[in-house]
T-cell receptor, first 109, second 116 residues
């Protein structure tokens, strides 16, 4: 079966750096997405990776290793507003999106 | 503002009621989706419409009935629901309906449904 694994919950301190990991086993690969979802709000698109390596967007970066079936989302200079759930999703060979259960990130002052 | 709106934001209904959820996208996209989101579970894809045609129905019970009158509007009609159907129902849209790997889905804020 197809599977996306990410930690259920993480805690970090304001101003610090946190890395949220995502590992996947899917039938084929056509890209990996990261979304941010604040409680009670819509998931919002953060990044898309299809080639190996690091993509940087301001304080957020996303890394992909296709050979390892692994990605991470790196958040720098954490702010209280970064408290949210972070969803990892992989597009498989049928172009279906396979979703992880999300990682709830708690930022403490 | 994501360009995808959903109404109502909250809905409480009894098991014998009939209600409808509405989604509208202002992004000029060709594909629309209904998802169910339950606590600590992955998003569950329910239905997909591409150019107003239904292309996915992931074994969803018949008590959920989708309708897509045009590429900007999507409805989910609900009848005789069960308490386990209580969840957040998310609507999304995308440009191409996954014809490209990078086709990105944009979500509405969801309808929080409680079935008593």
């Amino acid at each position: 079966g197809q599977n996306i694994d990410q930690p259920t919950e993480m805690t970090a301190t304001e101003g610090a750096i946190v890395q949220i990991n995502c590992t996947y086993q899917t039938s084929g690969f056509n890209g990996l997405f990261w979304y941010q979802q604040h409680a009670g709000e819509a998931p919002t698109f953060l990044s898309y990776n299809v080639l190996d390596g690091l993509e940087e967007k301001g304080r957020f970066s996303s890394f992909l290793s296709r050979s390892k079936g692994y990605s991470y989302l790196l958040l720098k200079e954490l702010q209280m507003k970064d408290s949210a759930s972070y969803l990892c999703a992989v597009r498989d060979s049928n172009y279906q999106l396979i979703w992880g259960a999300g990682t709830k990130l708690i930022i403490k002052p | 503002e994501t360009g995808v709106t959903q109404t109502p934001r909250h809905l409480v209904m009894g098991m014998t009621n009939k209600k409808s959820l509405k989604c509208e996208q202002h992004l000029g996209h060709n594909a629309m989706y209904w998802y169910k989101q339950s606590a600590k579970k992955p998003l569950e894809l329910m239905f997909v419409y591409n150019f107003k045609e239904q292309t996915e129905n992931n074994s969803v019970p018949s008590r959920f009935s989708p309708e897509c009158p045009n590429s900007s509007h999507l409805f989910l009609h609900l009848h005789t629901l069960q308490p386990e159907d209580s969840a957040l129902y998310l609507c999304a849209s995308s440009q191409d309906g996954a014809l490209a790997g990078s086709d990105t889905q944009y979500f509405g804020p969801g309808t929080r449904l409680t079935v008593l």
